[in-house]
């Protein structure tokens, strides 16, 4: 298997970029791999600057575009500063769970899919927003119905903002 963030930007020569051999295939001498997994951000400008877009049609061998042998995984959510980051990549779920599922030859229960990858959208700066947010509103349906209160609800905007990373 070959993880990769690929891009146009270092190819030499841009009409020859897809008629290498680095590529997946199921067939030997035709690939350097059996899955090809090309994982992109969109806030990662290596990326994004001149994606990478294969025809697949001609790029695959007919087995491999079957059996799902290159995985195009483009994510949006970023966690860190480093976006370019082979780990930045890997703590997606959008991207560690096709490579387990892969490497292990195991499908993932979509219920546990769908649990990962809410827990790690709600790590992401705009899931911590949409939290803080959210409790911000619930202070403000309080009602407050005295300067205590008012001070009281204060406090707690404030421990809130504190709170958020």
Not at 36 to 47: E, G, L, T
Not at 145 to 155: C, G, L, M
């Amino acid at each position: 298997m070959q993880i990769s963030n690929t891009s146009y930007v270092l190819s030499a020569d841009r009409d020859q970029h897809y008629k290498t051999l680095v590529k997946p295939s199921a067939i030997a001498n035709q690939g350097v791999c059996r899955t090809m997994m090309n994982v992109s951000n969109r806030y990662d400008f290596i990326s994004e600057m001149i994606p990478f877009d294969p025809p697949r049609d001609e790029w695959l061998d007919a087995h491999t575009q079957w059996d799902k042998g290159y995985l195009d995984i483009k994510t949006t959510r970023i966690t860190s500063p480093n976006v370019h980051s082979i780990s930045h990549y890997f703590e997606n779920p959008l991207v560690h769970i096709p490579f387990f599922e892969r490497v292990l030859n195991r499908r993932i229960p979509a219920a546990s899919k769908a649990r990962e990858i809410e827990r790690f959208q709600a790590r992401t700066p705009s899931g911590q927003f949409k939290h803080i947010k959210r409790q911000f509103e619930a202070l403000q349906d309080e009602g407050i119905d005295s300067s205590p209160d008012f001070i009281v609800s204060i406090k707690s905007f404030v421990d809130l903002i504190k709170s958020f990373n």
